[in-house]
């Protein structure tokens, strides 16, 4: 099959797996809570509260604002959300545009996997790596939260596509994951001791790990520069032109997300020409 065959049919796979990471980003936050609650409860001898039932299946999706239940004619990925003109069929209430934005960058960022490392292991690899790395990246922007519900299964996800060698040896794999949550770790207990505050959240320790599992310690140095760089411009950018103030906090997961997809697509070759700046 040509290689433009497989990534069409990645872009129209990434476009429905988008439409389910716009479930996940909405609900997994909700779901920890509800379990939270729970465990306070447990925890003071209470019983658990009832509250209705609530995980990425049921219930069936509806309109916060009119209570309008989803049909399956609303719910094709940017097609609907065009037809629509971006309102409910209940309501009219505008449907942020967050929904259609997620669908399309899964489903172009798929596309372009397959086309960068063709159909196989790898891609398939990068395929799962990639929408969990869109999921962590919303969900944090969302509540400053990286579940461990991603985060850990990424880790130990990205150890056993390295078995063989999928991206890296399994030695720099493991030892990426471990140096990679320790050299965050090492940063937040160090801004910790020096300024009394937390700098940054035990979810993005695990993040970079998982990266640090699917591309080898080699690239953390990359990752965590490419991070730094891109989140103090945006963080700058913040502060200047919507006047945030200094103290609010801002999420680091999205930036880490980012600069692990440029590494997955191009570390290499970034290195090597950095390298070659210092002969």
Same mark, same amino acid.
């Given at each position: 099959?040509?290689?433009?065959?497989?990534?069409?049919?990645?872009?129209?796979?990434?476009?429905?797996?988008?439409?389910?990471? @716009?479930?996940?980003?909405?609900?997994?936050?909700?779901?920890?809570?509800?379990?939270?609650?729970? /465990?306070?409860?447990?925890?003071?001898?209470?019983?658990?509260?009832?509250?209705?039932?609530?995980?990425?299946?049921?219930?069936?999706?509806?309109?916060?604002?009119?209570?309008?239940?989803?049909?399956?004619?609303?719910?094709?990925?940017?097609?609907?959300?065009?037809?629509?003109?971006?309102?409910?069929?209940?309501? /009219?209430?505008?449907?942020?545009?967050?929904?259609? #934005?997620?669908?399309?960058?899964?489903?172009?960022?798929?596309?372009? #996997?397959?086309?960068?490392?063709?159909?196989?292991? /790898?891609?398939?690899?990068?395929?799962?790596?990639?929408?969990?790395?869109?999921?962590?990246?919303?969900?944090?922007?969302? #509540?400053?939260?990286?579940?461990?519900?991603?985060?850990?299964?990424?880790?130990?996800?990205?150890?056993?596509? @390295?078995?063989?060698?999928?991206?890296?040896?399994?030695?720099?794999?493991?030892?990426?994951?471990?140096?990679?949550?320790?050299?965050?770790?090492?940063?937040?207990?160090?801004?910790?001791?020096?300024?009394?505050?937390?700098?940054?959240?035990?979810?993005?320790?695990?993040?970079?790990?998982?990266?640090?599992?699917?591309?080898?310690?080699?690239?953390?140095?990359?990752?965590?520069?490419?991070?730094?760089?891109?989140?103090?411009?945006?963080?700058?950018?913040?502060?200047?032109?919507?006047?945030?103030?200094?103290?609010?906090?801002?999420?680091?997961?999205?930036?880490?997300?980012?600069?692990?997809?440029?590494?997955?697509?191009?570390?290499?070759?970034?290195?090597?020409?950095?390298? /070659?700046?210092?002969?």
């Amino acid at each position: 099959m040509p290689l433009e065959m497989w990534g069409l049919g990645a872009l129209l796979l990434g476009l429905c797996i988008g439409s389910f990471l @716009n479930v996940v980003i909405h609900r997994l936050p909700r779901m920890m809570e509800t379990d939270w609650r729970a /465990q306070c409860a447990e925890l003071r001898g209470e019983p658990a509260p009832a509250e209705e039932r609530f995980n990425l299946v049921v219930p069936r999706s509806r309109c916060p604002h009119c209570g309008h239940a989803i049909g399956a004619l609303e719910n094709i990925p940017l097609l609907s959300y065009l037809f629509l003109r971006g309102r409910c069929v209940g309501c /009219q209430t505008p449907i942020s545009a967050r929904y259609p #934005t997620v669908e399309a960058l899964t489903g172009l960022l798929s596309a372009y #996997t397959v086309w960068h490392f063709g159909p196989g292991a /790898q891609a398939i690899g990068a395929l799962l790596l990639i929408w969990a790395l869109v999921a962590l990246t919303f969900i944090d922007i969302d #509540t400053q939260l990286l579940p461990d519900s991603i985060t850990l299964p990424l880790v130990w996800l990205g150890l056993l596509f @390295n078995l063989d060698g999928t991206f890296v040896k399994l030695q720099p794999a493991v030892i990426g994951a471990v140096a990679g949550y320790l050299s965050l770790w090492s940063v937040y207990w160090l801004f910790k001791l020096v300024t009394g505050k937390e700098g940054m959240g035990f979810g993005d320790f695990k993040l970079l790990a998982a990266l640090g599992a699917w591309l080898g310690w080699q690239m953390l140095p990359a990752i965590i520069l490419l991070s730094s760089v891109v989140g103090a411009v945006v963080g700058i950018a913040l502060i200047v032109l919507s006047r945030q103030g200094r103290n609010v906090p801002i999420p680091f997961g999205p930036y880490l997300a980012a600069a692990g997809i440029i590494a997955l697509f191009w570390g290499p070759t970034l290195t090597q020409r950095y390298l /070659q700046m210092y002969p």
